[in-house]
Structures are given as structure tokens and as C-alpha cells.
């Protein structure tokens, strides 16, 4: 390939006769190489808070491992963690949090990350927590299926987790105090 680079691409300035000087070509062609293609999966995870409580943090654990017969090669990815109605990752997804991963993984190798979310105060009822392995695919994820994963409620299975609502707060005043007359 070689690089093309022109200036004012619109001819938005003025140039009278200087037109024609507006493109450079790279004198030399550049090879490009594509990413080796890897495959990452969530393996195992579990949502390790015993009780999931709107407006609450909630501590989660999973699991990712490298398929393939190469090593990551991309320095820096994020995991992420959503809320969803259904075990499956689609449009409707409420993004709960992301998580830099830093360390390179080896052909076969994995990593494991602790983390914890806070769960949207508006939020009831039978969810799913989902966590996706590289979510913007910089790896080059050839097997996009297997990046994402239901996490294990307290039951040990990716069903859904019962989000509560806490009882809602009734403050009442017990005592007022004025300026004392003078």
C-alpha cells in the first residue's frame, strides 16, 4: 500500500494557481499485516454478593481464556459488565462497567478479575449480569460468540438474579430547634 496524503481535500481555501501541489505519495510501498486472530471466551464467572439490591454494589468474578495457539498481542483491552433482560448480549444491554485488562495472555492461558458494579436504582425484578471479554474486539476475535457469559447467581447457574428495591426511606423529623429570643 502507499500512503496518500492531500491537503485542503475540499478546496475549501483559495489557492489560484497552487492547486496543483495539494497531493504527496509515499515513495516507497508499506506492507500491512493483520492482527493474528485469537480467541477469547469467558469461561466461568460468579456473582459473588449473596443479595443483589438496587442502588447496591455487587462483587463479581470471571474467568477468560485465550483458544487460541497465539498470545495476545494488542497491550491493552476492556472486558465489560451488563444488565440485561435475557443470557444473551443484544441492543438492549444496560452498560454497568468496564474493565482494563493489562496483561498480555499466552496461547491457552487465562486471567481472572474481581470486580464490582453498582446496580441502577431504578432496577427491579429478574436480570441477568452478563461479562463480555474484549468488548471492542481489538484482539481480532475470530469466535465473537464465546465472549460473553451469564455469570452463576447464588444458585451455581447463569439464570437470572432477583434484583430487590430497598424499603424506600421515610425521614421524620424528631425534634426543631430555633434562635432563642433575645
Avoid at 496524503?5 to 499485516?33: C, L, M, P, Y
Avoid at 444488565?83 to 485488562?101: E, F, G, K, Q, R
Avoid at 469466535?143 to 438474579?161: D, E, F, I, K, Y
Amino acid at each position: 500500500y502507499y500512503v496518500v496524503v492531500k491537503a485542503d481535500i475540499n478546496n475549501t481555501i483559495f489557492e489560484h494557481t497552487g492547486e496543483n501541489n495539494n497531493t504527496v505519495i509515499s515513495a516507497t510501498a508499506t506492507t500491512i499485516t493483520a492482527l493474528p486472530a485469537i480467541d477469547l471466551s469467558v469461561i466461568a464467572g460468579d456473582i459473588i454478593s449473596t443479595t443483589v439490591t438496587a442502588g447496591k454494589p455487587v462483587n463479581l468474578q470471571w474467568t477468560v481464556k485465550n483458544n487460541s495457539a497465539t498470545p495476545t498481542v494488542i497491550p491493552s483491552w476492556k472486558d465489560a459488565v451488563y444488565l440485561s433482560a435475557n443470557p444473551v448480549l443484544d441492543a438492549n444491554v444496560i452498560l454497568l462497567s468496564t474493565v482494563t485488562i493489562n496483561t498480555p495472555v499466552a496461547a491457552g492461558g487465562t486471567y481472572t478479575k474481581t470486580h464490582t458494579v453498582t446496580i441502577p436504582v431504578d432496577v427491579s425484578g429478574n436480570l441477568y449480569l452478563l461479562v463480555t471479554a474484549d468488548k471492542d474486539n481489538q484482539q481480532n476475535d475470530d469466535v465473537r460468540g464465546n465472549n460473553t457469559l451469564a455469570l452463576n447467581n447464588s444458585n451455581g447457574s447463569g439464570q437470572a438474579v432477583t434484583i430487590t428495591v430497598p424499603p424506600p426511606s421515610d425521614l421524620v423529623p424528631i425534634s426543631l430547634f430555633g434562635p432563642a429570643q433575645g
